[in-house]
């Protein structure tokens, strides 16, 4: 099975910007999507941003603007360049990668955007 690894989460104050990595150990074109999700403390997981294996990208409302997924399939990596960061974003973000109707996920890494 696929492993996801999820890196570049840590601290930022609110107008900050990171990257997260997501690294496969699979080719990243075997899967129909890989997207981008996040679990705030007392609240449920939440899609934040998608990539299909065509490329077209897909966004939830609140990071419109201020985030972008891509992709290198160099790499077998996929990337949130995460800018104007808001408190509100503070959350586990989590890689997911799916084929079909099977999703595997990444451990999930730490973001934190605070003063």
């Known amino acids: 099975q696929a492993q996801l690894v999820e890196s570049g989460g840590g601290l930022v104050q609110p107008g900050g910007s990171l990257r997260l990595s997501c690294s496969s150990s699979?080719?990243?074109?075997?899967?129909?999507?890989m997207g981008w999700y996040r679990q705030a403390p007392g609240k449920e997981r939440e899609f934040v941003a998608l990539?299909?294996?065509?490329?077209?990208?897909n966004y939830v409302d609140s990071v419109k603007g201020r985030f972008a997924i891509s992709r290198d399939g160099a790499v077998n990596t996929v990337y949130l360049q995460m800018n104007n960061l808001k408190p509100e974003d503070t959350a586990v973000y989590y890689c997911s990668a799916r084929v079909m109707s099977r999703t595997i996920w990444g451990q999930g890494i730490l973001v934190t955007v605070s003063s």
């Open positions: 990539i299909n294996v065509g490329g077209v990208t």
């Open positions: 699979a080719n990243i074109f075997f899967f129909n999507d």
